[in-house]
């Protein structure tokens, strides 16, 4: 079992940056596909991008490729979201989430963190 929480989120005008953390509790870390996801208000949750096992393979939605990039360092049970030239419709509250799966869906997600605010400004 991981326990994740989710920090960095705020308030960023449109062109900025914000990296995004995820801190996990558990020896077993490592075993798990760490993945981010979004949801803005009145959508659908959203997947973000993922990072496998040993962090050898990232996957990023289309919408965010070339701008966030996935990262993680299992002796320090932590992954990041680097996020760089914001949009107004990157804003969402983000979550990271745990899987045994290399799988963006979020049904295949079984351990989430509570959320962290992100909103980019025009």
């Known amino acids: 079992q991981v326990q994740l929480v989710e920090s960095g989120g705020g308030l960023v005008q449109a062109g900025g940056s914000l990296r995004l953390s995820c801190a996990a509790s558990?020896?077993?870390?490592?075993?798990?596909?760490i993945g981010w996801f979004r949801q803005a208000p009145g959508k659908e949750r959203e997947f973000v991008a993922y990072i496998s096992r040993s962090g050898g393979r990232t996957v990023y939605a289309n919408s965010v490729k070339g701008r966030f990039t996935i990262s993680r360092d299992n002796a320090k049970n932590a992954v990041w979201l680097q996020m760089n030239s914001l949009k107004p419709e990157d804003t969402a509250v983000y979550y990271c989430a745990a899987s045994l799966w290399l799988d963006a869906a979020a049904d295949k997600y079984n351990y989430w963190g509570q959320g962290t605010q992100v909103t980019v400004s025009s």
């Open positions: 558990g020896r077993t870390f490592s075993n798990y596909v």
